[in-house]
């Protein structure tokens, strides 16, 4: 019977335990969230311009400033690059955005930062381990995001699908924006290879000219938890939740 009471009161202490860190990560930081852009050799100086432009609009946009500022805990952000299989590149590393001059601070970096390579292929599956690794040096916080764009799909080392066997992604949710124009594959590609874990979806830019509003949408939903499965882009095209 002590023994019992005992463990009984060891899991209610451990129980506790587990609720109050929820707590107190819900309080420091509801969101990390981990951008990652490609600069493979398909996208070329115009359209990686446009890619990094319409990201920094997305960030300045009055919506997404709100949604970052005024929720109910902090949001952490990172972005890297990522091409071939070992060229992935911190661009703004782990920032917690607390206040209007620490997004702006950020966005100033997106926007100085200059491209880290452009003449390597598309492996997909490199760049999530990368991902994956600098997740685990994120703050600590209620969810954990990578946001993946593209405009094509794996040409070099192992695909997404085996980066999730190999690699911590079990309370990751990984999205995608799939820009046309390079491969008339990479919706098909990103919805059955890329998207992964709860509520995880796929945005669509009908190309970089586009990217802005793609992702300014694509923040939106990621930053405010939004799982549903009807949005409709301007484009006509409905992003699917797998």
Known sequence: MVRSAALRLAA?????????TGAAAAEGCRLALLLALDVSSSVDEEEYRLQKEGL??????????????????RVALGVYEWSGRRQSTVVLDWTVIGDQPALDQAIGQILAAPRSHN??????????????????????????????????????????????????????TVNGLAVLGSDPRVVEYFRGEVAHGPGAFVEVAQG????????????????N????????????????LR
């Not at 209610?12 to 109050?20: C, D, K, R, V």
């Not at 970089?208 to 930053?223: G, H, I, P, S």
């Open 225 to 240: 938890d939004m799982i549903i499965g009807g949005l409709e882009s301007q484009s006509g095209d409905r992003p699917e």
């Open 12 to 20: 209610a202490a451990a129980l506790g335990l587990t609720l109050w």
């Open 119 to 172: 003449r390597f292929p598309t492996a997909m599956g490199y760049a999530l381990g990368y991902g994956s690794a600098m997740l685990d040096r994120a703050p600590v916080c209620l969810r954990r995001v990578i946001d993946v764009s593209g405009d094509g799909i794996t040409n070099d080392g192992f695909r997404p699908q085996q980066a999730y066997l190999h690699f911590p992604f079990g309370d990751v």
């Open 208 to 223: 970089y000219a586009d990217f802005r509003r793609a992702m300014t949408l694509k923040l939106f939903r990621e930053l």
């Open 56 to 73: 920094a609009a997305a960030l300045a946009d009055p919506d997404i400033a709100r949604s970052i500022l005024e929720g109910e805990g």
